[in-house]
């Protein structure tokens, strides 16, 4: 008689598909359609006292699609196009600064994120801030950040981008080494790294930031501590480390899936997380603090996160364009998502949401707790004052699970991560869920 043999399951460091990255809480998968009223209803509240606003920019356009890649992005549409989705956004922002919950009130914090906002031209680029300006103004602004591809990044468009107001410049360098740039699907190479970092740095943005991504496809230990130190060489402002995920809905899944395989053809987690080890050590050492599981500065004092500080401490934020999220007086939403629903509904004077979530207090406090984990310290009185929670007696199975696996300890004060529970940081927020929202599915 002929026996199957089952495949052996996976090590269980193995990285496999899925999102690990914790991003928000509630996960998305609990937020839904039927929801979308609550939308309408914070938009037409008033503001809470003292709370900030950020305004988030969506722009989904590369000129390649990476292979790793989960956004919602379009790599086939022409400058018209182009133009008929930003103009579109600014309808979009007319609409939101006429509600209660943002008349009157100026942005704290501005990003454009992506795709590839540096893929807009310098002419587009302009007209867009501009006309935004206009609308909600900047001045009150402490930090614009802005996301650009280094094959874009021709000394005009650096000297538009600074124009406009930014701040901070994230450069998405990835690598350092071309053959892994090409077979992960980036569309630039390591000459336009260096490049564009000059140029950059000739327009004295006030923060230059690095984002590398450690277990890329085909990564090796030589390559990987070549990363590191030509990322010292350059020594920017601020450096970001990723771990590789491979999300569902990626090019390498799909192969994954048509060639039947469980495991990603990248680093385990344990590779991956002691290379972001070695990394983090090395920027010390080269005079970097480290200032959350995934980023180093070299002046902690100058260079900040506002975007990412505000955001997890409870701000609202206005997402524009197609597949944004935004924060809205505790309600979470998302716009739609492909590019054609996003414009009828536009077009139509709705407001273009296809999923959203009211939050309660308790999930509210939550949130905050879980992401400012991911900064590696969490101030207990910040919890106290604000939500009336002793965080230690809340949570004292949970932190006393961490304390005794070595990943955390908690003082009167605060509560710390180690670097061993800073580098696996995602991996630890789940025990602090409420039961009805532990889930494998976060997307």
Avoid at 355 to 383: D, H, N, S
Wanted: some cysteine.
């Amino acid at each position: 008689m002929n026996t199957a043999i089952p495949a052996p399951a996976p090590a269980k460091s193995s990285t496999l598909a899925g999102n690990y990255f914790v991003s928000n809480y509630p996960p998305f998968s609990f937020w839904s359609e039927e929801q979308k009223v609550e939308v309408e209803m914070a938009l037409n509240s008033e503001p809470v006292p003292g709370a900030k606003l950020g305004l988030y920019h969506h722009i989904p356009f590369c000129r390649k699609r990476c292979h790793f890649c989960y956004f919602r992005v379009y790599t086939d549409k022409n400058a018209k196009d182009i133009q008929a989705y930003l103009d579109a956004t600014i309808t979009e922002l007319k609409s939101l600064a006429a509600r209660p919950l943002i008349r009157g009130r100026k942005p704290h914090f501005v990003y454009f994120g992506g795709g590839t906002p540096s893929y807009l031209s310098t002419k587009q680029l302009t007209e867009l801030t501009d006309r935004m300006k206009a609308i909600l103004p900047w001045d009150a602004a402490e930090e614009i950040a802005f996301e650009g591809e280094p094959g874009t990044l021709n000394a005009a468009k650096l000297a538009a981008i600074k124009q406009v107001g930014v701040t901070r410049l994230s450069l998405g360098v990835e690598h350092f080494d071309d053959h892994v740039l090409e077979i992960n699907g980036r569309a630039h190479r390591s000459g336009e790294v260096y490049t564009a970092y000059e140029r950059a740095r000739a327009e004295q943005f006030s923060q230059i930031n690095i984002d590398l991504i450690a277990g890329m496809v085909e990564e090796t230990e030589a390559l990987w501590q070549r990363n590191i130190e030509e990322t010292i060489k350059l020594r920017p402002d601020s450096v970001t480390i990723y771990q590789m995920e491979v999300p569902y809905n990626t090019t390498i899944y799909k192969e994954m899936k048509a060639e039947g395989k469980l495991v990603a053809p990248v680093a385990d987690w344990a590779t991956k997380r002691r290379w972001v080890k070695e990394a983090f050590a090395a920027l010390e050492s080269a005079g970097y603090t480290i200032a959350s599981g995934y980023t180093a500065v070299l002046d902690p004092k100058r260079t900040k996160f506002v975007y990412r500080d505000e955001l997890w401490s409870g701000a609202d934020l206005l997402g524009l364009g197609v597949a944004s999220f935004s924060h809205a007086a505790g309600v979470h939403y998302q716009n739609l998502t492909e590019i054609e629903a996003y414009h009828a509904a536009v077009a139509a004077g709705e407001l273009p949401i296809k999923r959203a979530f009211r939050t309660t207090p308790e999930e509210r406090m939550i949130r905050e707790f879980i992401l400012q984990m991911k900064l590696g310290r969490v101030e207990l009185g910040y919890f106290q004052e604000k939500f009336g929670v002793d965080i230690a007696q809340r949570f004292a199975a949970q932190l006393g699970h961490l304390a005794a696996e070595g990943f955390v300890t908690v003082t009167p004060t605060q509560v710390t991560l180690s670097r061993d529970g800073l580098l696996c940081v995602d991996t630890l927020l789940h025990e602090f869920f409420l039961s009805q929202h532990r889930t494998t599915k976060i997307v």
